[in-house]
């Protein structure tokens, strides 16, 4: 079936350097997505998001790209600290019968900050 | 301001035994959902409401039960406990001018 997963399932990186995490999608009616941080031992908290009508979406640190074409998305992190270690989720929106919204997740980027 | 409290955070239980997990919000939203998250995996749906008195299955309902009598609670039953089940259940909430879920903190199950 259709789903959204992640190229890589680890990624260590240096403090201060620049971090990308990747998540691919097969759905290509799709025309939401959202990026989670999960913290260890807590629920996930919402990123930033993109609907499909956008490329490129900035936040603080953070920036959201979106290849409709190669159906890639990614999660761009300026200056990676080490409060930035977490699992990162991808998720990708699909409606229900009653038109709630529902989000599908990938499987998770564990991202490590070395000193 | 709470947002999501979900109880118990922790819990073992005997193949075979009934439990239900709570979840209650004080945002005023209308759609709530439960999810399950495996190690080393994304969340899975396991039911969500659109608001009181509305339930539907989501892509793992088997082995569960839900209600929503209120907009603020939606309990999440499990009837006859297996060791499938043993997971990490999250709770999330959406209003309809939000972006996306508000998480609570989950709830750690073991079925032994």
């Known amino acids: 079936g259709e789903s959204v997963g992640l190229h890589l399932p680890t990624l260590s990186v240096q403090e201060g350097d620049n971090s990308i995490i990747n998540c691919a999608y097969s759905?290509?009616?799709?025309?939401?997505f959202i990026w989670y941080k999960q913290e260890s031992g807590k629920g996930p908290q919402f990123i930033i998001d993109?609907?499909?009508?956008?490329d490129k979406r900035q936040g603080q640190r953070v920036t959201v790209l979106l290849n409709k074409t190669v159906k890639h998305l990614s999660l761009q992190i300026a200056a990676t600290q080490p409060g930035d270690s977490a699992v990162y989720f991808c998720?990708?929106?699909?409606?229900?019968?009653?038109?709630?919204?529902?989000?599908?997740f990938g499987p998770g980027t564990r991202l490590s900050v070395l000193p | 301001n709470a947002g999501v409290t979900q109880t118990p955070k922790f819990r073992i239980l005997k193949i075979g035994q009934s439990m239900t997990l709570q979840c209650a919000q004080d945002?005023?939203?209308?759609?709530m959902y439960w999810y399950r998250q495996d190690p080393g995996m994304g969340l899975k749906l396991i039911y969500y409401?659109?608001?009181?008195?509305?339930?539907d299955k989501g892509e793992v309902p088997n082995g569960y039960n839900v209600s929503r009598s209120t907009t603020e609670d939606f309990p999440l039953r499990l009837e006859l406990a297996a060791p499938s089940q043993t997971s990490v259940y999250f709770c999330?909430?959406?209003?309809?001018?939000?972006?996306?879920?508000?998480f609570g903190s989950g709830t750690r199950l073991t079925v032994v």
């Open positions: 998720a990708e929106n699909r409606l229900y019968r009653y038109y709630g919204q529902n989000f599908v």
């Open positions: 759905n290509s009616a799709s025309d939401y």
């Open positions: 993109i609907r499909s009508n956008m």
């Open positions: 945002m005023n939203h209308n759609y």
């Open positions: 409401s659109v608001g009181a008195g509305i339930t």
């Open positions: 999330a909430t959406k209003g309809r001018a939000t972006s996306g879920y508000t």
